[in-house]
């Protein structure tokens, strides 16, 4: 059984009345108490409850809930009229239910309904005082989060400010850097500009002198060749004399010919020795040597 209990406006005599309500698995009772009248009680059985929700087109079960409701006055819709002993509540023109009503004359029953009220009573006092407590708890909870929230914002902003400290001066020794280091390649890339305009004109004065160089080295090879050519005939018809006065002694040819040899050699360490000379004069001279008509005109 559970036990609810309310207070209803009526809108027959503009005067609010206590329900108190029994609930069981198919039914329910009801008490109306009054301070100027006696205690008025009523039931709606299993047959009132099928009627209703037949009119309704509700199940029981359903039928018992919305009433329920409606008697805890959690339906804020809901109007009772409580005339000639007769208890209804309608929803604008549809009857939710109706209950007859007849005074109560014994009092063992009234000490009974009141017992259980105070039970209930209690029930939702220590409801109360627990919900109370926890609301306390709740409430110093709060304030210790919000003081911790609070010191942990402290904190963040300090460590903040600290890093963008640390960050600005990080920043600022890395654009220095970056400065010098362009700054350093800019220098780089000018001196490397000046050494290729440097030898650009060395490529240019070289490409204007070939001409030059090869006619020279060819006059050069040229009159070597003519003098080596006259000394080497020179030497060949020393060689021959001399072989030729010295045929008649056989004795001495083996002689005569170390003489040759060795006079043959120094012939050739002198004839390279004065054609190195040559070269060097020639190579130093040359204008002397050549008038200027002669070396470009070719």
């Not at 017992?115 to 029930?123: N, P």
Request: include cysteine; hydrophobic fraction near 30%; charge should be negative.
């Amino acid at each position: 059984m559970k036990v609810t209990a309310c207070e209803i406006f009526n809108q027959v005599d503009s005067k609010c009345y206590t329900l108190y309500t029994e609930w069981f698995n198919s039914h329910f009772k009801v008490i109306l108490l009054e301070p100027t009248m006696s205690p008025l009680y009523g039931e709606m059985c299993v047959k009132d409850v099928n009627y209703f929700s037949d009119e309704l087109s509700k199940s029981t079960d359903e039928y018992l809930k919305e009433t329920e409701k409606i008697l805890c006055q959690k339906d804020k819709d809901i109007k009772f009229f409580i005339q000639d002993k007769t208890l209804v509540w309608k929803n604008n023109v549809w009857t939710m239910g109706q209950i007859e009503l007849c005074p109560i004359y014994d009092i063992s029953v009234i000490s009974e309904r009141f017992q259980q009220l105070s039970k209930l009573h209690q029930s939702v006092q220590d409801k109360l005082n627990t919900l109370e407590k926890e609301n306390e708890n709740l409430i110093h909870l709060n304030k210790e989060l919000s003081l911790k929230i609070e010191k942990m914002i402290e904190m963040k902003t300090s460590m903040e400010q600290e890093l963008y400290s640390k960050f600005v001066t990080i920043l600022n020794s890395k654009k220095r850097k970056i400065k010098e280091l362009e700054d350093a390649m800019k220098e780089k890339r000018s001196k490397e500009s000046i050494f290729d305009a440097q030898t650009d004109e060395s490529e240019e004065s070289e490409r204007e002198d070939p001409p030059i160089t090869i006619k020279i080295g060819k006059r050069k090879s040229q009159s070597n060749s003519s003098v080596d050519k006259q000394k080497t005939k020179k030497l060949d018809c020393i060689v021959n004399s001399e072989t030729a006065c010295n045929t008649s002694n056989s004795d001495n040819f083996e002689e005569n010919k170390k003489h040759t040899m060795r006079e043959k050699g120094s012939v050739y360490e002198k004839q390279s020795s004065d054609s190195k000379d040559r070269t060097l004069r020639t190579s130093l001279n040359f204008n002397e040597e050549e008038p200027e008509e002669e070396l470009f005109s070719q």
